[in-house]
C-alpha cells in the first residue's frame, strides 16, 4: 500500500475510470477522458454493461452531477456552493479525474493568495539570466490548464481576496492570457475550464462580485436529504477513510452512525427527527464531514485505547467537540438537547452518561 | 386512420389539457373533416355550446350543480391547448353538430357521495385515470400508475420526464398525424390487457364507456358518415366498434342509476385553479409552460430549438424586470446549459427539466427564490377566462341575488344610508352579508361610523355597481354559494399570503361574517407564519385586530377557541423578540418601530388578559432597562410602565436620571424625553402623577446639570404649540390643582418667591417668556 495520507482521485479509482473508458461509446467533448455520460457514471456509480460495478463517489440527487456535467461540457465555468462538509471539493476532484485525468491542477485559495496563484510569476533567476521568455515564466496551474486543456480547480474561491478574483473574469470569458513583458497571448485549447467551490456560510470570506458570478454556472449541493442518504455517506467514508489509517477492527456498526447522524440531523434542522419537539441549533454547521470525523475519531480512539468496539463513550469526546463551536451559547444548547432528547430517549441511556461524564 | 369503410367511428384518444394533443386532433380534424364530433363531456351541456364563440375566452368550466343544494357541483375546465376544446372551436367554425358522451352528469352527481366535504373540487368529469402524474415522482411504474396516466407511463418508458414533450417529438416526426392515434389506440390496448380488473375504479368506468358506446350507436343511427369521437386515450380501446358488447348488455348495465336534478353554466376558469397544486385532480403541472408550448408548436416544427430560446427568453425579461441581473448572454448560456443537458440525459430535446436547471444554475446562480418568481409568473401564468354575458345564471350571483331578496335589500343605484340594529335577526343577517361580500372583494355595503350610541348599532352606505357581476363571476370558481365562495376565496388568500399582517387585517370582518370554518384557514395560515416569520412589525400589525377579535367574538357569541392559542404565540413571541429589535435603530427606524407599538400597547391595555400584559410589561421593562435600546423606545417604554402601575414614581424618577445624566449621549437623551412625552403637552398638564416626577427631577437638578439638559428638554418641548406651554407655566403656579381656564395665582402664597424661581425654570423649560404675574400686588 502507498505510504500516501491521502491518494488523488485518479489514482484511488484508477481501475474505473479504466473500465469506463473501455465501455465508454458516447460522444467525447474534446480533450476530455471520458464521455459526459461516462463522467456522470463515474460519480453517481452504477453498473456497466459487462457487470463492472462503479463506487458512487456522490450520493444525493443525480441532476446536480448532471448539471455539472453538462456546465463543464458547455465550456462554461462551474461554480460549487454549498455549506460547509457537502462535498463539494469531494465532487469538484472527481470531475476533474473523470474529465482531464487529472485532479492537481489546483488553487488552494486563501486570503494570501496572490495574482501570480491564477495567472503568472516570474522565475528570477531565469528572468536575470536569459531575459523574460516564455521560459522564464512561472505557470499558475490555471496557465498550465489552459495549455493541455485540462479542468483547473480553484478550492475556496471565496477566501480569495476580490482584487485577485477580478483577474479571473476576464480569463473566465475570453480565455486568454497576455503576457505584456513578452508581448504573447497564452489562449487556452479545448478542454479547459474552471471548477471553483466556495461556501455561503462561513464568516470572513469575500462576497463574489456578480461579474464573476455570472461567467458561472452556479450548483448548489445541498445537505443530504433523508437520515438514510447520510448514513451512507458517512459509512462509506468511514470506512474507506479507516482502511487508510490502517484501521485494523471491524468499522462501527451501522446502528452507532445511524445515532451520530440522527443527532447531527436533529441538531441542524432544530427539531427532532419525528418533528414533535423543537429544539435550538448550535452555532456549528454539524455537516455530514464532521459526523465522519466523529465517526473516525470515535473508531481510532476504540482500537488504540479499548477493546476495538465502538462504544458511546468513544464517541462522546469528538461530539462534544464538533457540536460546542461557540463557548458561550452552545454548551447551554447542548445541555438542554441532552435532558428533553438523548435522555428520554429509547436506547440512548449509554450516550447519555457517557456525553454526561464529559461534560 | 382508425375506422373503415364499415364503420363511420375515427376514434381520437387525447390527453386532457395536452397542447401536444390538442394541436394533432386539430391537424386530423381537419384532414378527417368529419361530419359530427362526439366528445367526452356530459350530454347535458350540448345546448350550452352555442355560446362558444368570439367572447367566450378560455380558460373557462363547464358547471354542474344540484339546484337546491349548489354546494355540490361539478366543474369541467378547458383551457385553450384542451384538445376538447380545440375540437368544439373546430365544430363551431365547420358548423357540424357535436355530441356528448360521458355519462350524464344528473347521474355522475347522484353517484357522488350528497355529503362530500369539499364537493366543489369533485371533478368527475375528466377521467381519473389521465391524471397526470407529478412528474417529479421517480418510483417505478406500477400497474395503478399506469391506469392513472398511461400516455406518461409510455413517455417514461420512452424516457421522457415530459409527456408533452414526449408527445410532441412523437407528433411531429410523423408526417400523417392520423396515424398517431392509431398507434396510440394500440398502446392503450396494450396497456389494457394488463390491467387488473379488480380495481373499483373500473365499475365506475364501465359505466361511463357503456353510456359512451350507447351515444356512438345513436350517432351511427342518425346516419352520420364520418364520426370524430374525442376522448381520454384510455377510453379507445373500449370504444372500438369490433369490440363492443350489445346494445341489451350495455342498457342493462345503466339501467339502475340515480338521477338528481342538475342545473349547468360556464364560468370563467383561471390557470391557477388549473395547475394540479389547486385541488383539481386532472390538473396540469404548468399551465403557463403549456400555454407557451400550445403557441409555439406550429413554429417548433421547423425550427425546434425556438422552445427552449423563446422560454428562456421569456424568463430573461421577467427577471429583468423584477430588477434582478439577467442578460442575453446568460440567455444564451442557459440555452446551451439546457441542450447538454438534454444530450445527457439522452433526450432529443430540453424539456421543462432541464430548462429550469439551467434557469437555476445561470440566472439565479444557484439561488431558489428567483425560481419561485418564475413558478408563479411563468409556469402558472394565471389568467381569467372570460364567459359571454349571456350566460345562464352563475349560481354564486343566483344565491347572493336571493339573499338580497330575501333579506330585503335593493340593489339600489344610489348611495342609501342604512342603519342596523344588531340586536334584530334581519338586520343582523344583513349585516352578515354585508361583511361577507366586502371580504370577497364585492363592496356592495361600506361600513359608516354612527355616532349613536353603543355598539349594537351599525351604519352602511350601499350602492349597487353593475361591474359588481363580474367580481362575483370572477369569485364564482371559489364555489356556488356565498359562504361556499367565502370559504374557498379565504383559504386561497390563505395559501397566497407571505406575511400574516394583511391576513390578521381580513380577521376582525370575518367575525362579522360568521361563516363557519371560513375563519380556520386564515388563522392556520396566520399560525404556520407567524412560526416562520421574525418580522417583528408583522406580528405588531396582526395583534390589534386579533384583540379586537378576542372582543367582539364574545360580543357576538361566537366561539373562538382556536385564536387564543394563536395570540397567546403571537404575543409571547412579539415579547421576547422586541427587546432585542430595539437595539441599534436610527431614529427613523425607531419612530416606525413605535407608531407600530402604540396600537399593541393599547390593544393589550384594553384586552387585559393578565399574562400577555405580564409578558408585555416584562419586555417594555427590558426595554426601559437596556441602555442599547434606543432612547425613544426606552422612554416611551418607562411612560407605559409607569401608566400600568408597573413602575413605582420612585422607579420612573430613577429612570429619567439615568437617562439623562450627564455621561449619556445627549442625542439618546433627548429621544428618550421625546419618548416619554410624546404625546403633546395635554399630556403633561393632564396627567398629575407624570407631572409631579417630571417636576420633582427638574427641582433636584443642580444648576450645572440643568444647563446641561436644557437643550435635550427644549427638544421636546419646542414641539409644543404655545399656548400648551403657557397652560404648562400655569400648571406651574397651581402645583397640585388641575389646570383652571383662568390664571390665578395664590396671591397669598408665602412661598412666592420660590415660586417664582421654579417658574423661571419652566419658562425656560418650555421656552416661552414668562408672562407677568397675574396678581400686580406680588413684588
Known sequence: MSTVLRQHAETQYAEELAALRKVDTHPKPPHWQLSPWAVATYLLGGKLDNGFDVSAKYIGPRRIIEIAVSTLATDRALLLLGVPGTAKTWVSEHLAAAISGDSTLLVQGTAGTAEEAVRYGWNYARLLTEGPSLQAIVQSPLLRGMEQGKIVRIEELTRIPSEVQDALITLLSEKTVYIPELGETIQAIKGFNVIATANDRDRGVNELSSALKRRFNTVVLPMPETLEEEVEIVQKRVASLGRVLELPNEPPALAEIRRLVTLFRELRAGKTLDGKTKLKSPSGTLSTAEAISVMNQGWALATHFGDGQIKASDLAAGLIGAVIKDPHQDPAIWKEYLETVVKEREGWKDLYRACREHA | ?779
Not at chain 2, 344540484?66 to 376538447?84: G, H, L, N, T
Not at chain 2, 352527481?109 to 397526470?132: Q, R
Not at chain 2, 423563446?310 to 441542450?339: E, F, I, K, N
Open chain 2, 1 to 779: 386512420m382508425i375506422g373503415n369503410q364499415t364503420s363511420p367511428f375515427h376514434l381520437f384518444g387525447i390527453r386532457h389539457h395536452g397542447p401536444g394533443s390538442a394541436r394533432s386532433l386539430l391537424h386530423a380534424l381537419e384532414q378527417l373533416a368529419p361530419d359530427c364530433i362526439v366528445i367526452e363531456g356530459p350530454p347535458e351541456a350540448e345546448d350550452l355550446l352555442s355560446l362558444i364563440g368570439d367572447d367566450m375566452q378560455p380558460p373557462v368550466a363547464l358547471l354542474g350543480y344540484v339546484p337546491k343544494q349548489p354546494s355540490r357541483a361539478i366543474y369541467f375546465p378547458f383551457a385553450e391547448f384542451s384538445p376538447e376544446w380545440q375540437a368544439l372551436r373546430y365544430a363551431k367554425r365547420q358548423n357540424i353538430p357535436v355530441r356528448f358522451m360521458d355519462l350524464p352528469w344528473e347521474n355522475e352527481l347522484a353517484l357522488l357521495e350528497p355529503e362530500s366535504t369539499e364537493p366543489a373540487l369533485s371533478t368527475p368529469d375528466v377521467d381519473e385515470e389521465d391524471l397526470h402524474p407529478d412528474p417529479s415522482a421517480s418510483s417505478p411504474t406500477s400497474e395503478s400508475q399506469i391506469a392513472q396516466d398511461p400516455l406518461s407511463a409510455l413517455a417514461k418508458a420512452a424516457g421522457y420526464d415530459d409527456t408533452e414533450r414526449f408527445w410532441e417529438h412523437w407528433v411531429e416526426q410523423r408526417r400523417d398525424s392520423v396515424d398517431l392515434f392509431s398507434s396510440v389506440q394500440e398502446a392503450m390496448c396494450a396497456l389494457r390487457e394488463q390491467q387488473n380488473s379488480d380495481d373499483p375504479q373500473q365499475t365506475r368506468n364501465a359505466l361511463r364507456e357503456a353510456f359512451m358506446r350507447t351515444v356512438l350507436r345513436e350517432a351511427k343511427q342518425a346516419e352520420f358518415k364520418k364520426i370524430a369521437v374525442v376522448c381520454g386515450a384510455w377510453h379507445v380501446p373500449a370504444l372500438l366498434p369490433e369490440t363492443w358488447p350489445s346494445a341489451k348488455d350495455d342498457r342493462t348495465l345503466l339501467q339502475p342509476l340515480p338521477k338528481t336534478p342538475v342545473a349547468l353554466t360556464w364560468i370563467p376558469w383561471t390557470y391557477g385553479r388549473l395547475a394540479a397544486g389547486s385541488g383539481y385532480r386532472a390538473g396540469v403541472e404548468s399551465p403557463g409552460w403549456y400555454d407557451f408550448l400550445w403557441h409555439q408548436l406550429p413554429r417548433a416544427t421547423t425550427a425546434p430549438s425556438i422552445i427552449s430560446e423563446g422560454w428562456l427568453t421569456r424568463v430573461a425579461r421577467l427577471l429583468r424586470d423584477r430588477g434582478l441581473d439577467a442578460s442575453a448572454a446568460q440567455t444564451v448560456d442557459a440555452v446551451r446549459l439546457a441542450d447538454t443537458l438534454a444530450a445527457l440525459r439522452g433526450r432529443p430535446l430540453p424539456g421543462l427539466p432541464e430548462l429550469n436547471d439551467a434557469c437555476l444554475a445561470i440566472f439565479c446562480q444557484g439561488n431558489p427564490l428567483p425560481m419561485q418568481l418564475i413558478h408563479t409568473q411563468l409556469l402558472i401564468h394565471d389568467r381569467l377566462g372570460q364567459v359571454p354575458a349571456d350566460t345562464p345564471g352563475i349560481p354564486l350571483y343566483k344565491d347572493i341575488v336571493q339573499q338580497m331578496k330575501t333579506l330585503r335589500l335593493d340593489p339600489v343605484v344610489e348611495s342609501t344610508e342604512c342603519i342596523l340594529d344588531l340586536r334584530k335577526d334581519l338586520d343582523l343577517q344583513r349585516s352578515r352579508f354585508l361583511h361577507c361580500l366586502s371580504v370577497l372583494g364585492i363592496p356592495f355595503g361600506q361600513i359608516q361610523s354612527v355616532r349613536s350610541q353603543g355598539t349594537f348599532k351599525e351604519g352602511w352606505l350601499l350602492l349597487w355597481k353593475p361591474e359588481f357581476v363580474l367580481s362575483i363571476v370572477e369569485r364564482a370558481c371559489f364555489g356556488t354559494t356565498l359562504e361556499e365562495a367565502l370559504r374557498g376565496f379565504l383559504r386561497d388568500q390563505a395559501k397566497q399570503a407571505t406575511s400574516i399582517d394583511p391576513l390578521a387585517q381580513l380577521l376582525p370582518s370575518l367575525v362579522f361574517c360568521d361563516v363557519p370554518g371560513a375563519i380556520d384557514p386564515i388563522l392556520q395560515r396566520i399560525q404556520d407564519l407567524s412560526a416562520l416569520n421574525q418580522d417583528l412589525v408583522a406580528w405588531a400589525k396582526a395583534i390589534p385586530p386579533f384583540v379586537q377579535l378576542a372582543r367582539y367574538g364574545d360580543v357576538r357569541n361566537t366561539t373562538l377557541d382556536n385564536i387564543q392559542p394563536i395570540l397567546d404565540g403571537i404575543v409571547s413571541r412579539l415579547a421576547i423578540q422586541l427587546p432585542a429589535a430595539c437595539n441599534a435603530l436610527n431614529d427613523e427606524a425607531a419612530q416606525d418601530l413605535l407608531t407600530h407599538l402604540v396600537p399593541v400597547h393599547t390593544a393589550l391595555v384594553t384586552l387585559q388578559n393578565q399574562t400577555y400584559l405580564q409578558h408585555w410589561l416584562a419586555a417594555l421593562n427590558t426595554i426601559a432597562s437596556t441602555s442599547a435600546a434606543h432612547g425613544l423606545l426606552a422612554g416611551r417604554a418607562a411612560r407605559w410602565l409607569f401608566e400600568q402601575g408597573a413602575d413605582a414614581p420612585d422607579r420612573l424618577a430613577q429612570r429619567l436620571h439615568f437617562a439623562l445624566s450627564s455621561a449619556a449621549e445627549p442625542a439618546q437623551a433627548a429621544a428618550w424625553i421625546e419618548g416619554l412625552l410624546h404625546g403633546g403637552a395635554h399630556l403633561l398638564i393632564h396627567d398629575e402623577p407624570l407631572w409631579s416626577v417630571l417636576h420633582r427631577w427638574i427641582q433636584e437638578l443642580s444648576p450645572e446639570h440643568f444647563l446641561q439638559v436644557l437643550p435635550l428638554l427644549r427638544r421636546t418641548t419646542a414641539t409644543f404649540s404655545t399656548a400648551e406651554s403657557r397652560q404648562l407655566l400655569q400648571r406651574v403656579r397651581q402645583p397640585t390643582a388641575p389646570v383652571q381656564s383662568a390664571g390665578n395665582v395664590a396671591t397669598s402664597d408665602p412661598n412666592a418667591p420660590l415660586l417664582q424661581n421654579v417658574l423661571h425654570t419652566w419658562a425656560r423649560v418650555v421656552g416661552v417668556p414668562l408672562p407677568p404675574p397675574a396678581s400686580q400686588e406680588a413684588p
